[in-house]
């Protein structure tokens, strides 16, 4: 630990000086969350829907009004030929269409079954898969509505309820938890706390790191009497204590802006953060004995930001993945982080049940401060 308060002092005084840094610091994490965290949004509504009602009766318009009451259509166009049909759908000015027949009001009145056609748009399978699943929920709910008119007639029903009213038989009572809105940024905000942390810390350690190699002050450093540990803590304490201060920066906008809640620890948030801070740094660290210039720095850095976004269950469930991607995913320090920030912040998890994720945090903390400090001691030596 030879030299390490004057390479400690050496540090803070060349970020202060160093505008870029702290600008990149604090800026651009504020900027990235504020951006991504209203860009991001999968709550699907509003799909424009094509109706084409041959039958136009009251009946017919009960099952438009169904779906345009799930908030998740809007009808867009009110066509009155196949060929208008057509067209709303393979322009693409509407993602579903759906098509009343001339005899729907009469079969129904018939008490026979009646049938209406729905196309969807399968280009966006996103958009396509939510709209399958509300159009068939929706005419079940319709369907269900009047079969129960139907059934209250009746001196025998299959069920009824507490007040004696027909039911259906089976009454499935769900309840949300932790998210009970279905609020996307609860979701996505947590995650992405991590993945913008990791980029600005990885960036920094790597960038500084490399840039002292171009300018060739780091040489100067290795010849001095100071010890590699010294050397090591010194440069990188004063990056800890500034993304101790980012990660209390995100965390305030995610609450302030985005309302999103921490219902768990937040004291013990940030210790299990500091594991993931030191991680993050060591990375850089590890990116900056392997570049030699800032471009490849930016370059490496790149190579592993990727994976991290697609492979982490920040975007995409990991459960899904094939198996050598479901692999891969457990040497991303960010996997473990995410699991850890949404436990926290949205499920107040505590200690025991963060246990697999902290092992495996702590776990890839360890190999690549080995790695990082194997490779920094042979430059030095």
Not at 237 to 249: D, E, F, T
Not at 326 to 333: A, V
């Amino acid at each position: 630990m030879n030299g390490f308060l004057a390479i400690l002092l050496k540090e803070f005084a060349q970020i202060r000086r160093d505008r870029g840094t702290i600008l990149f610091i604090l800026f651009i994490p504020v900027i990235q969350l504020t951006i991504f965290g209203y860009a991001i949004e999968v709550t699907i509504e509003n799909i424009p829907l094509a109706v084409y009602d041959l039958d136009g009766h009251e009946e017919s318009r009960k099952i438009v009004d169904a779906l345009v009451n799930t908030r998740t259509f809007r009808v867009a166009e009110k066509v009155t030929s196949h060929e208008q049909f057509r067209r709303a759908l393979t322009s693409g000015r509407c993602r579903a269409g759906l098509l009343i027949p001339a005899d729907y009001s009469d079969r129904l009145l018939a008490r026979e079954q009646a049938h209406v056609q729905v196309l969807i748009d399968g280009s966006d399978s996103q958009v396509a898969t939510t709209a399958l699943n509300t159009i068939n929920l929706a005419v079940l709910q319709v369907s269900i509505g009047r079969a129960r008119a139907f059934g209250e007639t009746l001196a025998a029903a299959p069920a009824r309820d507490e007040r004696g009213d027909t039911a259906i038989p089976i009454d499935a009572r769900t309840r949300l938890l932790f998210n009970p809105n279905l609020e996307s940024a609860n979701f996505f905000v947590p995650g992405l706390i991590a993945i913008i942390l990791q980029i600005v810390l990885v960036f920094l350690t790597s960038f500084s790191i490399v840039r002292e190699r171009e300018f060739g002050t780091l040489e100067q450093l290795f010849v001095t009497p100071v010890g590699r540990a010294g050397l090591l803590f010194g440069k990188l304490i004063p990056y800890v204590l500034m993304s101790v201060g980012v990660l209390l920066m995100v965390l305030t906008l995610m609450t302030a802006l985005f309302g999103v809640p921490i219902h768990g620890s937040l004291w013990l948030l940030l210790a299990l953060s500091s594991i993931f801070i030191v991680t993050a740094l060591a990375l850089g660290l590890l990116i900056s004995t392997v570049a030699r210039t800032q471009l490849q720095a930016m370059q490496l850095s790149f190579l592993v930001m990727l994976p991290s976004v697609l492979l982490s269950g920040f975007m995409f469930p990991r459960s899904e993945m094939p198996l050598p991607l479901y692999l891969i995913g457990f040497i991303l320090p960010v996997t473990y982080f995410i699991e850890i920030l949404r436990g926290v912040i949205l499920r107040a998890a505590d200690l025991a049940d963060l246990i697999p994720h902290i092992l495996g945090l702590s776990a890839v903390c360890l190999i690549v401060m080995a790695l990082s400090l194997t490779r920094f001691r042979k430059q030095l030596d």
